[in-house]
């Protein structure tokens, strides 16, 4: 019989030898790294009302929302949450990947096709596989080859009995672009699919009050269209969770099906009452959000006029490619080092090792400005070596 820890050892062993080695670390420096985007996980009041209700019980949910671990501030949340975003209903989960993940398993099934965006996140990937559905991969942001594989669907079963669902992302973490969301509808009325978008890293920045993406790019009765809008309380509203937005009756079946709602202990009482509050701000913040994007598009024409490479990025993540993994973790610990807390993404999380630099409103013109001269000083550094 095999010896379990030499297996591990051996696993261990190929990760460090293709500098794929992953260690939990303290985080420190200024921040280029994390989804608080708007800064109010360290928002003053923020803090401040939650001291104001820190004498509320109890500190532990005790159990899932279907037994006991419901609050009224749950309840409370998820229609104010709606209403922000011109939904029906919303149901409240643990966390973003619980959402993705649990909605996938509960609207898929063996005999359904789902087309996914190539780079979408795990936790999608992960619903559609646990679900048993027929995935279909379709190139990154390459609605073409969409719709191809949508007419090669209609080919193999004319009568429509397969039910079809599409997912994308509205804005990719790792890559900072975004699909054309016009003509993802118009695909939708076309093939009149099942469609499911995340707005977890779009939600907070972009559109009327920072309502998300699709609110920037498309009229009310299209956004009323997409059938499950995933969100996260885990980026822009500085907290954790997940939220999924859908219609009334959308949400019931979620609740009656989703095994990952089911069974999960509920949220923090607290989360709900914080995000209550986290959402008035977010609507205020128009100033913020401007400096923000504002930010993002000096630090992206910086890099280029400085001969760095980045994706074609449309938002405040701006990913800097680098040629290998000991490229990528050499120009991570140097920067790191200097107190800019920049991290390394290689495989398998991404195809291209590179620094995924994010953006968030806590940041100065000055932290800009002296992140591109640390990159500047790297790179020097590196091609002496």
């Excluded at 996980?41 to 037994?67: D, H």
């Excluded at 063996?110 to 995935?135: E, M, W």
């Amino acid at each position: 019989m095999a010896n379990h820890w030499e297996e591990v050892q051996k696993k261990l062993d190929s990760i460090h030898e293709k500098q794929l080695f992953r260690e939990t670390r303290i985080y420190q420096g200024i921040d280029f790294c994390s989804n608080d985007y708007m800064g109010l996980a360290t928002n003053p009041s923020m803090l401040e009302f939650f001291q104001s209700q820190k004498e509320i019980y109890p500190f532990g949910s005790t159990a899932s929302r279907l037994v006991r671990g419901n609050a009224s501030s749950m309840d409370r949340f998820e229609n104010e949450f709606a209403n922000f975003v011109e939904g029906e209903a919303a149901l409240l989960v643990s966390t973003g990947f619980t959402a993705n993940f649990g909605l996938l398993d509960s609207i898929a099934a063996p005999d359904c096709y789902v087309f996914t965006d190539r780079l979408n996140h795990a936790s999608i990937l992960d619903g559609i596989r646990i679900s048993g559905a027929q995935k279909k991969y379709y190139n990154h942001l390459d609605l073409n080859h969409l719709r191809s594989l949508l007419e090669k669907a209609h080919l193999e079963d004319p009568t429509g009995k397969k039910k079809r669902i599409v997912v994308t992302e509205s804005l990719f973490s790792m890559d900072g672009d975004s699909p054309d969301l016009k003509t993802l509808l118009s695909l939708k009325k076309e093939f009149g699919f099942v469609l499911v978008l995340d707005e977890a890293h779009a939600f907070g920045i972009y559109g009327t009050r920072g309502k998300g993406l699709v609110f920037q790019d498309l009229d009310l009765s299209e956004i009323q269209s997409i059938d499950y809008r995933v969100y996260t309380l885990g980026k822009s509203l500085g907290l954790e969770g997940g939220i999924i937005v859908t219609k009334k009756i959308g949400r019931d079946h979620l609740v009656n099906v989703m095994r990952s709602f089911i069974f999960s202990t509920a949220p923090l009482p607290m989360v709900s009452k914080l995000a209550s509050f986290a959402l008035s701000l977010l609507a205020t913040m128009d100033k913020e959000r401007e400096n923000l994007l504002s930010l993002a598009n000096l630090l992206k024409e910086s890099l280029k006029q400085n001969g760095f490479e980045i994706t074609n990025s449309t938002s405040h993540i701006i990913p800097l490619l680098l040629d290998t993994e000991k490229q990528a973790l050499f120009y991570a610990g140097y920067l790191q080092d200097r107190g800019l807390d920049v991290r390394a993404i290689r495989p398998p999380t991404v195809s291209t090792p590179r620094l995924r630099i994010s953006l968030n409103a806590k940041l100065k013109l000055e932290d800009i400005h002296r992140l591109v001269e640390e990159l500047i000083l790297v790179r020097k550094q590196w091609n002496s070596l």
